[in-house]
């Protein structure tokens, strides 16, 4: 089976004269090489094509694969991470993760919330601030939790994110806004833990692999799985494995929400507990992280005993299975 591969490398981006910001929630070159090994190792034939103007061009000389393994986050738009599915649907090439539908959706975590409030799972309240002078239609209590409507891998997520007066909504408001161009996302600051949530399948097939909870240590950045936290969580972050009724709240949580949006082959969705100890969706991840030691999805499903490798199998498996039934 000839398996094409698309992705974003940072550098190829960096390359064409894009920031280092730009360019954060793109791969290295040791997640494509560990992903594309690993699907060798499973005995697929893997064609490295890289991001969407490369595949346009693979696609304009006439080149095809049977399947496509799609982890290209796009650069241009809100639409940006649908852009590689829907080129590839418009050619009729399967692909494996989500449909484009999806994809764009839930960059949007304002768009998602309402969909994922009208089905009856829990989520925080929020309010959206577009233009500073919205920040007097927020009818939320303090303390309040701010972030970039539409982006991922905690862009803009820093200590910062947890306000507790008008003067520093306010202030981070306008930090937002300035620094990423898009609405700003405000939400009642859930207190309680936090989890992440690995899932494999598509619908009905759909499965757990693992939840882990994050536990911020004491030279943490407090209170957030912030950006600087992700990136150094070897020193600040523990992850662990938790008691069987949390799992079983987040694992229905979860499952719900990766089943109503309509995600496929595997994802992670973020889970925190309001004041009332309740389970509540945060975010959905339908592109998730795959570096096979420091992603979050590699690293619980290791928590739970399924290596890298095995992983990579039961996400191939799930989209070889759509394939054969379409
Ligand atoms: N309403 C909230 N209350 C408390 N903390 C929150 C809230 N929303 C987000 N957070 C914190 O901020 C972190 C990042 O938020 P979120 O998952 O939405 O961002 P992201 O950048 O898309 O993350 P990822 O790296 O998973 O793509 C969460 O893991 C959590 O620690
Ligand atoms: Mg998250």
Request: glycine share 8%; net charge negative.
């Given at each position: 089976?000839?398996?094409?591969?698309?992705?974003?490398?940072?550098?190829?981006?960096?390359?064409?004269?894009?920031?280092?910001?730009?360019?954060?929630?793109?791969?290295?070159?040791?997640?494509?090489?560990?992903?594309?090994?690993?699907?060798?190792?499973?005995?697929?034939?893997?064609?490295?094509?890289?991001?969407?103007?490369?595949?346009?061009?693979?696609?304009?000389?006439?080149?095809?694969?049977?399947?496509?393994?799609?982890?290209?986050?796009?650069?241009?738009?809100?639409?940006?991470?649908?852009?590689?599915?829907?080129?590839?649907?418009?050619?009729?090439?399967?692909?494996?993760?989500?449909?484009?539908?999806?994809?764009?959706?839930?960059l949007d975590k304002g768009m998602?919330?309402?969909?994922?409030?009208?089905?009856?799972?829990?989520?925080?309240?929020?309010?959206?601030?577009?233009?500073?002078?919205?920040?007097?239609?927020?009818?939320?209590?303090?303390?309040?939790?701010?972030?970039?409507i539409a982006?991922?891998?905690?862009?803009?997520?820093?200590?910062?994110?947890?306000?507790?007066?008008?003067?520093?909504?306010?202030?981070?408001?306008?930090?937002?806004?300035?620094?990423?161009?898009?609405?700003?996302?405000?939400?009642?600051?859930?207190?309680?833990?936090?989890?992440?949530?690995?899932?494999?399948?598509?619908?009905?097939?759909?499965?757990?692999?693992?939840?882990?909870?994050?536990?911020?240590?004491?030279?943490?950045?407090?209170?957030?799985?912030?950006?600087?936290?992700?990136?150094?969580?070897?020193?600040?972050?523990?992850?662990?494995?938790?008691?069987?009724?949390?799992?079983?709240?987040?694992?229905?949580?979860?499952?719900?929400?990766?089943?109503?949006?309509?995600?496929?082959?595997?994802?992670?969705?973020?889970?925190?507990?309001?004041?009332?100890?309740?389970?509540?969706?945060?975010?959905?991840?339908?592109?998730?992280?795959?570096?096979?030691?420091?992603?979050?999805?590699?690293?619980?499903?290791?928590?739970?005993?399924?290596?890298?490798?095995?992983?990579?199998?039961?996400?191939?498996?799930?989209?070889?299975?759509?394939?054969?039934?379409?």
């Amino acid at each position: 089976m000839k398996i094409g591969f698309t992705f974003d490398l940072r550098s190829a981006w960096l390359a064409m004269g894009y920031s280092e910001e730009e360019t954060a929630e793109f791969d290295k070159e040791s997640t494509i090489d560990g992903i594309a090994s690993t699907l060798e190792e499973l005995g697929y034939e893997i064609d490295r094509i890289g991001n969407l103007h490369q595949l346009l061009e693979r696609l304009t000389k006439g080149d095809r694969w049977d399947l496509v393994f799609n982890i290209c986050e796009g650069m241009h738009g809100v639409a940006r991470e649908a852009q590689v599915p829907a080129l590839l649907d418009a050619y009729r090439i399967p692909y494996v993760f989500s449909a484009p539908l999806v994809l764009a959706l839930t960059l949007d975590k304002g768009m998602t919330k309402r969909v994922i409030r009208d089905a009856g799972i829990p989520t925080a309240d929020f309010s959206i601030v577009a233009v500073l002078n919205d920040i007097w239609k927020v009818n939320l209590k303090y303390p309040l939790f701010v972030k970039p409507i539409a982006e991922g891998s905690g862009k803009g997520i820093s200590e910062r994110s947890v306000v507790t007066s008008t003067e520093e909504l306010h202030k981070s408001c306008e930090y937002l806004l300035n620094t990423f161009h898009q609405p700003v996302l405000v939400e009642p600051f859930l207190g309680g833990r936090e989890f992440t949530v690995g899932i494999v399948g598509t619908s009905d097939k759909a499965r757990v692999t693992g939840v882990m909870e994050i536990v911020l240590l004491d030279n943490a950045e407090k209170g957030v799985y912030s950006l600087s936290n992700k990136e150094q969580y070897e020193d600040r972050v523990q992850y662990l494995k938790i008691d069987d009724i949390t799992r079983k709240q987040c694992e229905n949580v979860a499952l719900e929400a990766y089943r109503v949006l309509g995600c496929e082959d595997g994802g992670r969705v973020d889970i925190r507990y309001d004041s009332t100890g309740e389970a509540n969706f945060i975010e959905v991840n339908p592109l998730p992280g795959l570096n096979p030691v420091h992603s979050d999805l590699p690293i619980l499903s290791r928590l739970h005993g399924i290596s890298f490798s095995e992983l990579m199998k039961m996400i191939m498996d799930s989209a070889i299975a759509k394939v054969r039934s379409v």
